[in-house]
């Protein structure tokens, strides 16, 4: 990556008006932090009891079938997971189950309530849709430099949704989560009686099963890189903002070179 | 440093996982867990028409290998004395809250016409498997032996053993008279092998595999299942917690 282009020292730093200093604005309105701190429980929790799950029978196939005389795609010796990983912390599959099919409903029904929320409130379409200028290859290819530099956007640009931000909520908010949803209801009987499409959806509730997997490890990814994020662009402004909805705008910084 | 890191990582997964774990433990936490049993069932009644049909498969769709789980041979005399005879002596009693008790001789029970279904078993753990599936609607002995008005729960009563309890399993009525539900004898052109639960087996197909009774002897209507053994419906429901509906 090019290490020299961008000048960051403050030359000649302008004194910029104390005001801009310490500049608040309102980020994250209170639909948004309400399904935020539900799902920062409700995801650990379905997580970690579905890891216990998956430990009572650690093999993943493709198809209609499968069981231990079948070929899987994924498989593993004896309770792969660590039990500081699952929940409860031995094995318990009947509980883990409780747990599980308890907590689902704590994720189902606020994600339903978020998506309703901003679509009609128009938060969907105004923050979270990225722009066709956004998605110019330029501009992803300048916002993955930056980022990899961790030069977060600072000023006005601070309280928009960056497009790998954009991005990365859209997938997991219109993607992973409702598929996490429905791959997790194909895989009840009852389900794939009530609504047979589940099954032709998905091509079968093994896949369904492996792309419940798939996406959970997906979700995982999301969280760490979301929380590796929070803790570099600054945890208690972050953090604050998505508890009260206070957030303090980073001053601009000096010299800031025009985006392209 | 490592050490360090270490000490907060296990201590911070230590302090969430006490928690749950002790959560876990705890009566009233367990109760609220437990309720969402009730509130998925209603939610899927509410969903499904009460005959929707669990997916029938096709001769190419069947698992190479049907395998099975619990109980591989009930262990005990009285079993092996069915077995040596070829189940030629096996009865399936009906009784409870019905007007005419009965005890339906195998061979009877093999000579009535029988639905063939192929259908997806899944067990809790999470594996499936696809069988081809003969035997007798419940829904047609049920109405040979006439359900009393009180009955609302049918009790299925097996041979088989975990230690020293007996194997059993309930359903309610709206499951016991699903066209799909099936007393089994037959699985992919065969009789049921041992392991798969000979002579008789309950198909039930829009539940999991805990749910499908195996080595049935008796079934008995009744108006709760509180009196039964453990009071929970079955015996993984009394013994490990597993939901009596299992749905899901």
């Known amino acids: ?260 | 440093m490592i050490d360090r890191r270490h000490f907060i990582a296990t201590g911070g997964s230590g302090l969430l996982l006490g928690g749950c774990d002790r959560l876990n433990n705890n009566t009233s936490f367990r109760g609220v867990l437990r309720s969402a049993e009730k509130l998925t069932m209603n939610t899927q009644r509410l969903i499904a028409p009460r005959d929707a049909l669990a997916r029938e498969y096709g001769e190419a769709d069947l698992s190479p290998v049907f395998r099975s789980n619990g109980t591989a041979m009930p262990g005990t005399s009285e079993y092996a004395r069915h077995l040596k005879e070829n189940f030629a002596n096996w009865r399936l009693a009906v009784d409870g809250l019905v007007a005419r008790p009965l005890s339906i001789p195998l061979q009877t029970l093999k000579s009535i016409p029988h639905r063939v279904q192929i259908t997806r078993h899944d067990c809790v753990e999470g594996w499936s498997a696809i069988g081809k599936w003969h035997g007798l609607q419940l829904s047609r002995i049920l109405n040979a032996a006439g359900l009393s008005s009180g009955a609302r729960y049918i009790v299925f009563h097996c041979a088989d053993r975990f230690g020293d309890k007996p194997y059993y399993e309930s359903i309610d009525l709206i499951d016991a008279f699903h066209p799909q539900t099936i007393i089994a004898w037959g699985l992919n052109g065969h009789l049921l092998p041992v392991p798969n639960g000979a002579p008789l087996r309950l198909r039930v197909e829009r539940q999991l595999g805990y749910k499908q009774a195996k080595y049935v002897q008796r079934i008995e209507a009744v108006d709760s299942l509180a009196q039964i053994y453990g009071g929970k419906g079955g015996y993984w429901e009394d013994n490990v917690d597993y939901e009596w509906y299992a749905g899901i």
């Open chain 1, 1 to 260: 990556m090019d290490e020299t282009a961008v000048s960051i020292e403050p030359v000649e730093a302008e004194a910029s008006p104390p005001a801009q200093q310490r500049r608040f604005a309102n980020r994250h309105r209170l639909p948004t932090r309400l399904w935020h701190w539900v799902n920062a429980l409700t995801v650990f929790i379905m997580l970690m009891s579905g890891l216990m799950i998956f430990n009572a029978h650690p093999h993943l196939y493709w198809g209609q079938y499968g069981a231990n005389f079948d070929h899987p795609w994924l498989s593993f010796h004896g309770r792969p997971i660590p039990g500081w990983a699952t929940i409860p912390s031995t094995y318990n599959l009947a509980a883990a189950r409780r747990w599980h099919l308890a907590f689902a409903w704590l994720l189902v029904v606020p994600l339903l309530l978020f998506l309703l929320t901003s679509l009609i409130n128009r938060h969907a379409q105004r923050d979270l849709k990225p722009t066709r200028d956004e998605m110019r290859p330029s501009h992803l290819w300048h916002d993955i430099r930056e980022h990899a530099r961790l030069r977060f956007p600072t000023g006005d640009a601070a309280l928009r949704y960056n497009i790998l931000q954009k991005l990365s909520y859209v997938g997991v908010i219109f993607a992973l989560l409702p598929l996490m949803v429905l791959t997790g209801l194909a895989m009840s009987p009852s389900m794939d009686a009530a609504w047979p499409w589940l099954l032709t959806l998905f091509g079968g509730r093994q896949t369904a099963r492996s792309i419940h997997f798939i996406c959970a490890m997906l979700l995982l990814a999301f969280i760490l890189v979301h929380l590796l994020m929070v803790l570099i662009a600054g945890p208690i402004n972050e953090i604050g903002s998505m508890i009260t909805g206070r957030f303090r705008v980073p001053p601009e910084r000096p010299n800031e070179p025009g985006r392209p």
